[in-house]
Nanobody, 113 residues
Framework: QVQLVESGGGLVQPGGSLRLSCAASGSAFSTYSMSWYRRAPGKEREFVAFISAALGYTNYADSVKGRFTISRDNAKNTVYLQMNSLKPEDTAVYYC??????WGQGTQVTVSS
């Protein structure tokens, strides 16, 4: 059983930055890949970013490529999502997930002036 807890969301102006964190419970965090997804109002949940377990390979949705960076600190059992140059269309609830089997409760990100 894995529990995931996101934090770091909030209200930010267009062009601003936020860093989301996802803390995972349990052991063996370093052995599994992690992803971030988001769900905007009235839309389906969509993939944002992925980081692999061993080599830290990353992959991003085209809509965030070059603006968002996913990283992990295995010593802290935490995965991060650094979000820069935020746009109003980035407004959504952001979720971290382990293999799409375990999900956090989500953290709200609102980009608005």
């Amino acid at each position: 059983q894995v529990q995931l807890v996101e934090s770091g969301g909030g209200l930010v102006q267009p062009g601003g930055s936020l860093r989301l964190s996802c803390a995972a419970s349990g052991s063996a965090f370093s052995t599994y890949s992690m992803s971030w997804y988001r769900r905007a109002p009235g839309k389906e949940r969509e993939f944002v970013a992925f980081i692999s377990a061993a080599l830290g390979y990353t992959n991003y949705a085209d809509s965030v490529k070059g603006r968002f960076t996913i990283s992990r600190d295995n010593a802290k059992n935490t995965v991060y999502l650094q979000m820069n140059s935020l746009k109003p269309e980035d407004t959504a609830v952001y979720y971290c997930t382990k293999g799409q089997n375990y999900w956090g409760q989500g953290t709200q990100v609102t980009v608005s002036s």
